[in-house]
């Protein structure tokens, strides 16, 4: 028999919530039309990076409170980076 894994994760076997993967859907689908805009007042240019629509549909879905785990803080790399640089 062979024994489960999951019992150190709490949750469903799901990492991203299904309203989130709705939110990236429809900035994937936004990108493709042209009509996904980038920063706060959307005057910025259609996105043509796939990875940034996505980040785009992730963070659309964490302000509507969908399941998306926590940002990696960037914070953390840049004084990794710095200390191994001396």
Do not use: F
């Amino acid at each position: 028999m062979a024994a489960k894994k999951s019992s150190s994760r709490k949750s469903s076997g799901r990492k991203y919530g299904k309203s989130a993967s709705k939110s990236v859907k429809s900035a994937m689908h936004r990108r493709k039309k042209g009509t996904l805009k980038r920063g706060k007042s959307g005057h910025g240019g259609s996105v043509k990076s796939r990875k940034q629509a996505i980040a785009i549909g992730l963070s659309e879905a964490r302000k509507k409170g969908a399941k998306v785990p926590k940002k990696k803080s960037s914070s953390r790399r840049k004084k990794s980076s710095s200390r191994s640089k001396s």
